[in-house]
Structure formats: structure tokens, C-alpha cells
């Protein structure tokens, strides 16, 4: 679906909201083609680090840096429990005389009159940067999803932005293969630069009426829901490639975690290994050596190489023995109840 650039387009004007890193790339890269950023939208500041000190996010200190004007409201919704930052938010977007909104990661749901105020007088409306090809994973966490099933590819659409979650009619659209060796943080941090580049030039499309929407499709629709704790947990009784996958989508976050007499241990890289198992030795240590730990799983095993005690660095698995002896025979606990591949 990507299109050729005509000539060069003119610069826009563009209120831009997103919250983490993966939308400051995207700020940064419309600065540099030349689009004055009118406004900035980001979530307000949360606790951070060790002090729980209030932190800027990666999009406002970009902002601040560059001299750009910030809003912060807690909500959008002019009916909900922040009234006063919507309305301040309005009429901070208004000033803005902004010729569209692009949004990536903002955290905080654009009601129906953010999409009515920058659809109006000509405006190109809000165009949306998200990390998976539509309509594959909708929702909040498609990295990390698209990674745990087992995806081998994902990509970015640039959306034209409707009151549904992620429903809009597609503008342009880019794939990117998922490697065996993926991990969120990795994928992140491609589909982060390939979003960047691909809203730059929707933007210059757009500058040239050049756009052309494309209907979702009605099948193949499936839902990311967002990253949770209680996920972390390796459930031994999943195969091994199933606990790999996982052991990738969910790092650097929530990080996979098992637990040896008592302790937490957080695994942070592994691989399907050789051989089978049998039921019974379901996360039982069966092997060790320098380049991983050989864990148990269904009929198949599981090789630990990158692990992290609490209060500990992150170390390859040589390392890790060095300073945590384990033995063959020790078993990881198992959860509570088994959870669905």
C-alpha cells in the first residue's frame, strides 16, 4: 500500500500526542522534515526510578528540548472526571491552527470532538502510527502479542483515527519480518523507526491530497490486550517453544519469572533445545552447561540463557552458575493453575 513521493510537499503544521519512546521517534523524525510541531500532547508525569521522583515522558522532554508548547491533561473527556484539563486541552488545540494531529502511543482515548475539531476547515483529521498490520492486533500491546503467538512478521499501518479501537480506514501500510531471535525490546525499537518514517510520509501524501483510505477488512480481526504482571509466571506444563516465545514478547516487560526455593528468578533469554520430557519432570532442571540450563517442559525442553537473581544483573547462564550453584534434579515451581497457550 506504501506510494510513491511526488515532489515535495509542504510543511504542515501538527499537534502531536504520544506518550513513550516509541512516539518520540516519531516526533523527531517529522522535526527534522521540516512540519512545525504547533503542540504537544503527552501523559502527564509519573513517579520514576529509585526515588519515585516525578519523570518527564521521552515525548515531553523532546518537547521542552526543542522549545515546543506541552499540554498535559489527565482527560479528554469534557463529560468525565478532569473536565477543567479537557477544556484547557480544546482550547490549547484550537490555538495550535494545527493542519492535523498525528498520535502514537498518547495513552489516553481521543473522544469524538478531538476527531470533529481536527476534521474541519480543510484539516487532515488524526492519523494514528501503529505497530502491527491492521486488522491484526488491535488493541494496546501488538509487539508483545504478535511475538507470543508465534506471528512471523508484523509491520505498521498509519490509520486515519475513528472513535473505535484501532477501527479507521487504512492509509498506508509496511511489513517487517519477526526473527526467531525478536524480542519485544528489539522489534520495538524497528517497528519505533519504521512507524517514523512511514508517518513522514503520509504526511507528505496528505500535503498532496495523495491519500488514499482503505477499509479494514472485516476478517482476520484480533485483539492485543495490554501486558500484565500476573502474566510473568512460566508455566512449565506449556511446550517449549510456547515458553520461549513468551520469555521474548515479555522482555524487557513484565520480564519472564520462576521461582526456586522461594526465590523469584527472572529468565530473560532462551531456546527450544533438543529431546523430549515426560510429564512428571515438568520444570525439573534435567542439564546444565555453559551455554544454558536445560529445563523440563511438555515433551520437549527448554534452554535457559540469560537469568537474574533479585537484586541482581542480568547474566548469561555461565555466569549465573558461577554465583547461584544449582544442581540437575532441582525442580521450578509450577502456577497455580495451567495457563492457555
Not at 478531538?114 to 505497530?131: E, F, Q, R, S, Y
Not at 535457559?304 to 521450578?332: H, I, Y
Request: proline share 7%.
Amino acid at each position: 500500500m506504501a506510494q510513491t513521493l511526488g515532489p515535495a510537499a509542504r510543511p504542515l503544521r501538527v499537534i502531536f500526542a504520544g506518550t513513550p519512546e516509541f512516539a518520540r521517534v516519531a516526533l523527531e523524525r517529522l522535526y527534522a522534515a521540516g512540519h512545525t510541531i504547533a503542540l504537544v500532547l503527552s501523559q502527564p508525569d509519573r513517579p520514576a526510578g529509585r526515588g519515585m521522583k516525578l519523570q518527564a515522558s521521552a515525548v515531553k522532554q523532546f518537547a521542552l528540548e526543542h522549545a515546543i508548547p506541552v499540554a498535559q491533561p489527565r482527560s479528554l473527556r469534557l463529560d468525565g472526571k478532569y473536565p477543567e484539563d479537557a477544556t484547557a486541552a480544546r482550547q490549547a488545540i484550537a490555538d495550535a491552527q494545527a493542519d492535523v494531529m498525528v498520535v502514537a502511543a498518547y495513552g489516553l482515548i481521543l473522544p469524538q470532538w478531538v476527531l470533529d475539531d481536527m476534521a474541519v476547515g480543510g484539516k487532515l483529521g488524526c492519523l494514528n502510527i501503529h505497530g502491527s498490520l491492521l486488522p491484526r492486533w488491535r488493541g494496546a500491546a501488538p509487539i508483545h502479542r504478535a511475538i507470543e503467538v508465534g506471528d512471523t512478521e508484523t509491520g505498521v499501518t498509519i490509520m486515519q483515527m475513528d472513535v473505535g479501537l484501532d477501527t479507521g480506514d487504512m492509509l498506508l501500510k509496511e511489513a517487517l519480518p519477526i526473527l526467531d531471535t525478536d524480542t519485544t525490546a528489539t522489534l520495538h525499537d524497528k517497528v519505533a523507526e519504521l512507524g517514523a518514517a512511514m508517518v513522514v510520509q503520509a504526511l507528505d501524501l496528505a500535503a498532496q491530497s495523495a491519500l488514499q483510505p482503505v477499509k479494514q477488512p472485516e476478517a482476520g480481526v484480533t485483539y492485543a490486550h495490554k501486558i500484565e504482571k500476573h502474566e510473568a509466571p512460566i508455566d512449565w506444563r506449556l511446550d517449549a517453544a510456547a515458553i520461549v516465545r513468551r520469555v521474548r514478547a515479555f522482555n524487557p516487560f513484565p520480564g519472564a519469572s520462576t521461582v526456586l526455593n522461594g526465590e523469584v528468578i527472572k529468565v530473560w533469554g532462551a531456546y527450544v533445545g533438543e529431546g523430549g520430557s515426560a510429564a512428571a519432570d515438568f520444570g525439573q532442571i534435567v542439564a546444565m552447561a555453559p551455554e544454558g540450563i536445560a529445563v523440563a517442559a511438555m515433551n520437549s525442553i527448554a534452554i535457559l540463557t540469560e537469568l537474574q537473581r533479585p537484586g541482581g544483573k542480568r547474566l548469561p547462564a555461565a555466569e549465573f552458575l558461577r554465583g547461584s550453584p544449582l544442581q540437575v534434579g532441582q525442580r521450578f515451581e509450577l502456577p497455580a493453575a495451567p495457563e492457555a497457550s
